[in-house]
Every structure is written in C-alpha cells, then in structure tokens.
C-alpha cells in the first residue's frame, strides 16, 4: 500500500480511452521527503513520517528545526505519519506520485469546507414549519419544537438544531485514479473530493 500528502487544485473533466467524458479532481502530490522511521522498540508502533511543503527556516521553532536535523530530512509545512508506507521507503527516500499508477483505488481523507453557522434548512435539510398560511409570515425556515411533554422535560442528545457546519475531517473511499503526470506531480481522480481549493490532502491505496 502506497500514501502520499497533496494539495488540491481544483477541478476539470478529461475524456477516457473509450470517449466517455469524466468529471476529475486535479491533485498536487507530493514529493514528500521521509522525515522519520517510527519502529516498535523506539516508538512502540510502527509508523514512517513525512513532510509536505518545504518551509522558510525562520518560520520553524527550534525543537522542531532538532526534529528536521536530527533525520537529515529538509523543513517541512506538514508532518503525517502513515503505516502504509512500512515496508515501502527507508530513511533519505522521497515519496513521488510514482508509486502509485491509472487505475488505482484510493481513499482521500481532507478538512471540508467550513460554511459557518448555519439554520436546520440548510445543515439539516428541514422543510421549514409549514406553509406561510394561518399567520406564519415569518416562520418557514424555523425549526419547531424541540422539547417534550412535562416528562422528561428536556431536550435529547443529539436533536438536530442550528450550529456549525463543515469544517470536520472527511474522507471517500474507492476513488480512482485516471491520469498521473510524475514530471508535474499531478494525480486525476475520478469525481470530486473534500476539501477547498489549495486545502492539504491524505491519499492512501487502498
């Protein structure tokens, strides 16, 4: 199983070998550099991290510049550690879209789009409280009630209400791998992924 971290550029729709138009997702991935070897006697699991993104060395603390020094790996925006890539890479190995190829089945895991605060309509998909009629001018996007009788006279865990929408981990499983540029960095998935424009992604093989 192969990992890497990217960057998403956006979207675009190319045409398949037998004509058919497909709709893609264009990835920057890496080249990300091993940063470290995690074995069970040092860390008590097995683990390889890598970077993403080189970074200005005055923007790195120095614990973390130590970190950098002490694997001989250059400075790096991001740090994500994979267990995919165990038996795949050693310490000094730069990790490229190379080892993936077409046709492979991924998994994309990113942040979404935060959306804010946002109303039961829209978070929830609610129908609003009836039509307009019998005086409700001023109540189609609201919520109803969200309390019971005299017994238990509380609201239950997790009724659904207005709050925060987005921003949470997501990952889609069984995406495939159209087109791969290794002199660009570039991965074409089929359909769309989380995340904004320029936001980092985690690609594993599935």
Known sequence: MSAILGRKLGMTSIYTED?????????????CPVVQIKTTENDGYEAVQIG??????????????????????PLSRH?????????KVKAGDVVTVEMFSQGDKIK???????????????????????????????RPRAPGSIGSSSFPSRVFK??????????TRITVRNLE????????????VRGSIPGALNSVVEIVKL
């Open 108 to 138: 994309v895991s990113a942040t979404s789009k935060g959306k804010g605060f946002q109303g039961v309509v829209r978070r929830h998909h609610f129908g609003g409280v009836g039509m307009t009629t019998h005086g409700q001018s001023d």
């Open 177 to 188: 791998i159209l087109r791969i540029l290794p002199d660009q960095n570039i991965i074409m």
């Open 52 to 73: 993403y993104e080189e970074i200005a060395e005055r923007k790195v603390n120095r614990p973390m510049k130590g970190h950098f020094a002490k694997n001989d790996a």
């Open 158 to 167: 997790g009724m659904r209400m207005a709050g925060r929408m987005g921003g």
């Open 19 to 31: 004509g058919r138009f497909v709709p893609c997702t264009v990835i920057e991935a890496g080249p």
């Open 79 to 87: 740090l994500k550690e994979f267990r995919q890539l165990v038996d």
